[in-house]
């Protein structure tokens, strides 16, 4: 008895100091993925300061980036994750007031921030989705911080960032990008123009490549489960044709004002209608003409 006692403790312990050997290696990992530092040379986009630029930029920053969506309403940031697994998130106070940035930043370090996903420090920022903003044109990434650098200084302190194991375990393992710089071409120079505004799927395919439907919906548009969003989210909708026999324009003009799929379901908060629903009738028409250009796909296919 007393062998068999001795040798479970020593597959205990072993086990024990092969998972903390483990931990420690993601922990060594994953740490060095966060505190890489990119040294990128400044990038000079004009800045507007006239009152439809800037009007132009509101609409962008809420409708369309939806960088409200995270940073909120007033731009002064909020925790958007805080669990032991995953960390504690918070996203950035923008504006100028006590415990935001917006004070510190430069015309450059804010096209760093949207087009490279890194920080005023060289590091990358956490679930910024620079992979999808540099697709934005010069004249649209200069609006939005135009709008951004306007609005009222919000006093708004939130707790420092933290990693939790998943998180880090994730990262480590290459299975989640939660750091888009790690993945964005940052030789690649911003599009100089946007193709011109109105009801086409040639702006439609802009609107979508800019306002991060595939981050949910995946690189084909046609849902399944979504990689690196919560657990409890369900598997987002198929927008190919495939997905979409359901609907007619007037279905998706109200999925995306409303939140309402034909039928009368609700469709669950993961979907930003609450910001979809500022977009204009030629915009919701330009992705809806777009969506129907998209090859066929059975859900979730890749």
Request: with cysteine; net charge positive; aromatic share 6%.
């Amino acid at each position: 008895m007393k062998n068999i006692l001795r040798r479970a403790a020593l597959a205990v312990g072993a086990l024990l100091v092969l998972f903390v050997a483990v931990a420690a290696g993601g922990y060594l990992v994953s740490q060095g993925k966060i505190t890489t530092k990119y040294d990128l040379a400044p990038e000079s986009i004009p800045i507007p300061t006239d009152s439809i630029s800037i009007a132009r930029g509101r609409h962008l920053v809420r409708a369309i980036v939806k960088c409200a969506d995270c940073h909120t309403e007033d731009l002064g940031g909020e925790l958007v994750a805080d669990n032991a697994p995953m960390g504690r998130w918070p996203s950035r106070n923008l504006t100028r007031g006590k415990g935001g940035i917006g004070a510190s930043m430069k015309d450059e370090d804010w096209v760093r921030a949207i087009r490279h996903g890194v920080g005023r420090d060289g590091r990358g920022l956490l679930i910024m989705p620079s992979s999808v903003y540099q697709n934005l044109s010069v004249g649209d990434i200069g609006q939005i911080i135009a709008y951004v650098k306007s609005v009222p200084p919000v006093d708004r302190e939130l707790p420092a960032i933290s990693y939790g194991p998943v998180m880090r375990g994730l990262t480590a393992a290459n299975k989640v990008s939660f750091f888009d710089a790690t993945v964005v071409e940052h030789a690649k120079h911003a599009p100089a123009l946007a193709p011109p505004e109105g009801a086409t799927a040639e702006y439609g395919n802009y609107i979508v490549h800019t306002a991060g439907c595939a981050g949910c919906h995946g690189p084909t548009l046609a849902g399944g489960k979504i990689e690196a969003g919560d657990p409890s989210w369900p598997p987002a909708a198929n927008l190919t044709p495939t997905g979409l026999k359901a609907y007619d324009e007037a279905a998706f003009f109200t999925a995306l004002r409303t939140g309402v799929r034909p039928g009368g379901t609700q469709i669950k908060p993961a979907m930003p209608w609450k910001w979809t629903k500022e977009m204009t009738d030629d915009e919701i028409r330009a992705v809806w003409l777009y969506l129907k250009t998209v090859p066929p796909r059975e859900l979730g296919a890749r």
